[in-house]
């Protein structure tokens, strides 16, 4: 599956759904089969038209933009999970294993399903690898994402203890987007992204747009290697 047919898949879905009022969400068999141009319609789901212009202008990108970044300090605040537990965020990140990050809110009708699927499949493809990944999905709406919501929401994908889910105060969630530059002042505009890192004060993989699970855990894997000292050339699946 190449990233051009992806992209072609995802403006497919949406251009069918603004039609009609309605955003027919990839479903598992368009993303977790690698993308192919079939959108089955088990997720139809009312939005906004506003959506729509978000959501095509990430398509355009046609797959996903893959970056290296170097990010500053992560801003130590206290954020809370879905157990109504503090978490500091620094701890959180400071562990051992490699941890992938994405921004999400529950009531988001669009993307945020999709990337919170994507991120279940990929702990499917890794099987028993995943205990070794730290998976982190924060709340962009803290306002009303409480922990409750966040809990019932995780527990609509599959989430084990390897994945967390966070909210917290505005001024912290906003800093921490700030952070990895994926602040915006309207949760409507909020696009596509996956933050994956290998060991704390390496660089950041970032990647903008759509992954398919396949990709996201290749690109796991290959962290993996380069941190045991066995890297494979090249970045995965591009």
């Known amino acids: 599956m190449t990233s051009t047919n992806l992209g072609l898949s995802i403006r497919h879905a949406i251009g069918i759904g603004c039609a009609v009022g309605s955003l027919t969400l990839l479903s598992t ?4 089969q690698g993308g192919q141009a079939v959108a089955t319609a088990d997720q ?3 939005m906004d038209h506003s959506h729509c212009a978000a959501m095509a202008a990430a398509a355009r990108t046609e797959g996903y933009k893959r970056s290296l970044r170097t990010y500053g300090a992560i801003p130590d605040v206290v954020l809370t999970d879905s157990e109504a537990k503090p978490v500091r965020l620094r701890d959180l990140l400071a562990g051992d294993e490699p941890v992938m990050l994405n921004f999400i809110f529950t009531t988001c009708t669009t993307i945020c399903p999709v990337m919170t699927k994507v991120f279940a499949d990929v702990r499917t493809r890794l099987g028993r690898d995943a205990e070794n990944l730290r998976m982190v999905s924060l709340s962009i709406d803290p306002e009303n994402d409480t922990p409750a919501r966040l809990k019932a ?10 994945w967390t889910f966070l909210t917290g105060s505005v001024q912290d969630v906003a800093a921490v ?14 696009k596509p992204l996956t933050l994956l890192r290998t060991t704390p004060g390496s660089d950041w993989i970032r990647i ?3 992954a398919t699970p396949d990709q996201l855990a290749g690109e796991f894997r290959n962290t ?3 941190r045991d000292g066995d890297a494979k050339v090249g970045p995965a699946d591009l």
Do not use: E, T
Request: proline share 3%; aromatic share 14%.
């Open 224 to 226: 993996l290697a380069r």
């Open 153 to 162: 929401y995780a527990q609509k994908f599959g989430a084990d203890s390897h």
């Open 29 to 32: 068999a368009a993303l977790a």
């Open 208 to 210: 903008d747009g759509f």
């Open 44 to 46: 139809a789901m009312p």
């Open 177 to 190: 987007q700030r952070a990895f530059d994926a602040y915006d002042s309207d949760k409507m505009n909020h």
